[in-house]
Structure formats: structure tokens, C-alpha cells
């Protein structure tokens, strides 16, 4: 795997990378049954205690921030993760992100089923040269967002919309084959969302070659990102 942030999951590394495993257009059907971030994260979870790995070697040489996995910015880190356990090596790779390794979902699923260790002190205990790698990475702003989608179903779809910049659009279609649930459309020279259709799975913009497409957000969902902006600050500064 390749260490980078997620809009959905907030981490893809060891864990995210089985999801490989998935062949083609499978992965979109998935994505139609487990929109949330939480589902996604058991079925995930699922899935490595099905096929875990003996060994894992994640590349962390350049890391991506932002929003990930395809939307962020590339960042030098310089370091390989390998270990046994893909819980401990991913909980590792969230610490040096920055975040706490109790936020991401398939961390905290996987400890609760008895799978790996992902409390910062025992980590630190037994890796203290991880607080010399902790960057300064910027985390996916849509997180908190997304939880409150989840959390909050009277919202629906007014929370974020995928839309495309149409100069960066080369009407691949690729967005139309990867969409589980048929909500995107070309009509004549452009592409078109039946946002009604939309479960907001994320996987256009994920997927997108040409990164045309990206994520507007409703006042709502600015004022959260703007606080979720000052929290990640402050906690850092804590």
C-alpha cells in the first residue's frame, strides 16, 4: 500500500489496500451497499480477517494530504512501514499523519474484534522513533462532514455534491462506469449528476483520471469544515 489520507475512511494503507482484492466493477457494488464510512470500514475489516497478510511493506517515502486518495497533494515523508500486523503498521501510519489512531474507523472496528493494538502510548512504547517522523499533514476536510451525513439523515444530499470543472473534463466516462448506482450521465459535451440518484459514495471523484471532479459544499458543510479545521489545529497545538 501507499500511505495517503481518504475522504471516506480517513486512512488508506494496509487495510484499504485489500480492497484490491475486489475484482473490477465489484469494488462499485460495494460502494452501493456500504455508503457509509462506517460500513465500508466493516466490511473492510471483514475482509482482512478473511485474507490477512502474512507481511506488509507500505510505502511512505511520499505520502499524499488532503483530500485523498486521489484528490490530495503529494508530500515527502520518507520512511517504509513493514510489519506482521496490518492494524498496528496501519495505526502507525494514522499517528504519523496526525491523527489520534481511534478516529479511523477500520482501526477501531478491528480492536474491538481483538485484531491489533492501536493505543498511541503502547505504540509509542514499542516505535518511539514514530514522533520523529509526525509531519504536518493536512487531513481530509470532508471527514467530519461525512459523519454528519451518517449522523444526521435529514441533511440528505444538501450537505455535498460532486461536481465536475469542466476544463479538466475529457469525457472519458470513466466517472458514468464507476458509479454503482447509474446517477451520472454525458449529454452531448458534458457530464450530468441525477443528484437524487447520488449516494454520495465518493467514488467519481476518487476515481477520476483527470481529477475533474471535485466536492461543493453547502454553507453547512463549510462552517464544519471551517471547526474541523480549528480542532485539528488546537489538538496538535494540545
Known amino acids: 500500500p501507499k500511505i495517503k489520507t481518504h475522504t471516506l475512511t480517513l486512512l488508506t494503507g494496509a487495510i484499504k489496500n485489500l480492497f484490491g482484492i475486489i475484482p473490477g466493477f465489484y469494488k462499485s457494488i460495494i460502494h452501493k451497499y456500504a455508503t457509509r464510512s462506517e460500513e465500508l470500514s466493516e466490511f473492510l475489516v471483514d475482509l482482512y480477517q478473511l485474507i490477512p497478510p502474512a507481511f506488509t511493506i507500505a510505502d511512505a517515502v511520499v505520502i499524499m494530504e488532503g483530500e485523498g486518495p486521489s484528490g490530495g497533494r503529494p508530500k515527502d515523508l520518507g520512511i517504509i512501514l513493514a510489519g506482521s500486523n ?108 441525477d443528484y437524487d440518484a447520488c449516494i454520495r459514495c465518493l467514488c467519481c471523484q476518487e476515481l477520476c483520471p483527470h481529477q475533474a471532479i471535485y466536492l461543493q459544499r453547502s454553507l453547512l458543510a463549510r462552517g464544519i469544515s471551517f471547526s474541523y479545521g480549528i480542532y485539528t489545529k488546537v489538538r496538535k497545538v494540545i
Do not use: W
Open 86 to 193: 496490518a492494524v498496528e503498521l496501519d495505526a502507525c501510519a494514522a499517528f504519523l499523519l496526525g491523527y489520534d489512531p481511534g478516529e479511523i474507523p477500520t482501526l477501531t472496528i478491528a480492536e474491538s474484534r481483538g485484531l491489533g493494538n492501536i493505543k498511541t502510548d503502547q505504540l509509542l512504547k514499542r516505535h518511539p522513533q514514530l514522533i520523529r517522523y509526525r509531519g504536518d499533514f493536512k487531513l481530509p476536510r470532508f471527514s467530519l462532514t461525512c459523519q454528519l451525513m451518517e449522523q444526521a439523515a435529514f441533511l440528505g444530499g444538501g450537505v455535498i455534491k460532486p461536481k465536475v470543472t469542466r476544463d479538466k473534463c475529457q469525457i472519458c466516462q470513466f466517472c458514468i462506469e464507476s458509479c454503482p448506482v447509474n446517477a451520472i450521465t454525458r449529454k452531448k459535451d458534458k457530464i450530468e449528476f
